[in-house]
């Protein structure tokens, strides 16, 4: 297991910098400046922080139309249960006035609770006993410790948040550590964003392959296991991976698109699995 400072650097960090993505965010945001103006103006009057508007965003892009597959409905993508639990009707979870007011009742609660909106994001996605589950696993409330027990889904999500408050510039207020985390982070993404262009990481052997990142938790060989595929052919695919885990926190990592997709769907546990090795 990483100790606890290594582990929040390796987990809790910004993993898309690209300009394609702040424009999405940006866009989206531009786009819906009403919905967005209500709830910021309803976070400020209840003192809870601004990034918490990025939550519907990435929920539902603010569409109050909006439906899941599981059921989940409006901008905050409420269940049937939690609405019921704050009690809110089923048919008004797409209003988008009382949802709101519910969804952030429910995010006062669970900081109060959690005391670190990484928890409180977490428990939102997955739930309480779920997130209670994990940090049981884990014998730690420290998220960079009892991530790997959580849904794919959350901790997914997890990383599009970070992604989202980057490009908004509000890491100081999401972050455990405050500003001298975030500073360290964004220090961090400096660093990648200006690695020479001849740097062996940031070169596929092949342009067909997608990138993903990964950390020096990960083993290789109980990656290629899983994939069912040959570890040459994974080190041939990242023919110096080996040597940037040793040397970097988070390297990139690259896959063919159908093996990709499975290791992203699984990574958790892939990861789970490298760290009982």
């Known amino acids: 297991m990483f100790s606890g400072r290594n582990a929040s650097a390796q987990v809790l960090t910004v993993t898309d910098t690209s300009d394609a993505h702040a424009m999405r965010i940006k866009s989206t945001i531009n786009a819906n400046k009403e919905i967005v103006d209500f709830i910021e103006h309803s976070l400020a009057q209840r003192k809870l922080p601004r990034h918490l508007r990025n939550l519907p965003l990435l ?3 603010f569409d ?15 269940m049937p249960a939690h609405a019921n639990y704050y ?14 007011q519910v969804a952030l009742t429910s995010l006062s609660s669970l900081h109060r609770k959690y005391k670190d909106w990484i928890s409180v994001l977490a428990a939102y996605s ?6 209670a589950k994990a940090m049981e696993k884990a014998g730690s409330k420290n998220y960079a410790d009892y991530y790997i027990y959580l849904p794919d889904e959350t901790t997914n999500a997890i990383r599009k948040y970070i992604n989202a408050c980057y490009v908004t510039g509000e890491l100081d ?13 964004r220090a961090r993404v400096a660093d990648n964003n200006t690695e020479p262009q001849n740097n062996t990481e940031e070169q596929p052997v092949d342009s067909s392959l997608l990138k993903t990142t990964i950390n020096s938790g990960y083993d290789l060989a109980t990656i290629a296991q899983f994939l069912g595929i040959k570890l ?12 940037n885990l040793n040397e970097k926190q988070e390297v990139n ?8 997709g499975r290791f992203e769907a699984d990574r958790n546990k892939i990861l789970r699995l490298s760290l009982a090795k």
Not at 64 to 78: D, K, M, P
């Open 64 to 78: 109050r139309t909006r439906v899941s597959s599981t059921g989940a409905v409006g901008i905050w993508q409420i």
């Open 59 to 61: 929920e539902s892009g």
């Open 253 to 260: 990592f690259y896959l063919p698109a159908d093996l990709m």
């Open 87 to 100: 009690g809110l009707r089923e048919s008004d979870r797409s209003d988008i006035y009382k949802s709101t």
């Open 173 to 185: 207020e999401l972050l455990p550590g405050g500003s001298a985390n975030a500073t360290k982070l």
């Open 126 to 131: 997955c739930g309480e006993a779920n997130v």
């Open 232 to 243: 040459e052919d994974l080190l041939y695919w990242n023919p110096n991976v080996e040597k």
